[in-house]
């Protein structure tokens, strides 16, 4: 069974500062599909982005990039420029053959003005 | 464009009453699964139906019963409530295409007394 691990349970940072956020996972699989979440307060669950695991190309979403390892089976997020509304937990999501999703435990991003 | 619609949002049981937590999406998405989320635990999977017609245990199935009634509709049936299963539960449907990210509804938020 595919495993994920966010060793991070909490962090902060200063609005406008650079944060990331970890992310590990286990699997023999070859081809997957990894992704993060943002859960705000309203408890409403948003996909951040997204990353093939075949494409070696980091992806990118404006202020959001991730630092993708396959060898090492890291899956970072990175969020430039801080803003307040990036204030929630951040969830890693590992899936295989389009069906089964797993989930980390979580990260609580609180972003101080 | 309603997406993926779960009813109630709020609901209060006692010990050994049941309920059916409502699902339906509208994306005519193959998968769907029903997760519950606990404080450092992060989503855990309770059942997943990967088409209709099909339901297969997650990591946390022990007393729940699913139905996937059609495309549309996955019900979560808790039989006997228990303390334990005070929780939030989010319903999310996605298709089977590798690249294809869940899409959640708005969480059920379930306290057992």
């Known amino acids: 069974a595919q495993t994920v691990t966010q060793s991070q349970p909490e962090m902060s940072v200063q609005e406008a500062e650079t944060v990331t956020l970890s992310c590990t996972y286990d699997?023999?699989?070859?081809?997957?599909?990894l992704f993060w979440y943002k859960q705000p307060p309203s408890r409403q669950m948003i996909l951040v982005i997204r990353?093939?695991?075949?494409?070696?190309q980091n992806a990118t979403e404006n202020r959001f990039s991730v630092n993708f390892q396959k060898a090492a089976k890291s899956f970072s997020l990175k969020i430039s420029d801080s803003q307040l509304g990036d204030t929630a937990m951040y969830f890693c999501a590992f899936m295989k053959n389009g069906q089964k999703v797993t989930f980390g435990t979580g990260t609580k991003l609180q972003v101080i003005p | 464009n309603a997406g993926v619609t779960q009813t109630p949002k709020f609901q209060v049981l006692k010990t050994g009453q049941s309920m059916t937590l409502q699902c339906a999406q509208d994306m005519n998405h193959n998968s769907m699964y029903w997760y519950r989320q606990d404080p450092g635990m992060g989503l855990r999977l309770i059942y997943y139906?990967?088409?209709?017609?099909?339901?297969d245990k997650g990591e946390v199935p022990n007393g729940y019963n699913v139905s996937r009634l059609n495309k549309r509709e996955f019900s979560l049936r808790l039989e006997s409530a228990a303390p334990s299963q005070t929780s939030v539960y989010f319903c999310?449907?996605?298709?089977?295409?590798?690249?294809?990210?869940?899409?959640f509804g708005n969480g059920t938020r379930l306290t057992v007394t």
């Open positions: 990353q093939e695991a075949y494409k070696q």
């Open positions: 999310a449907s996605g298709d089977n295409s590798y690249n294809s990210p869940l899409h």
């Open positions: 699997t023999s699989e070859n081809n997957y599909y």
């Open positions: 139906s990967a088409s209709e017609g099909t339901t």
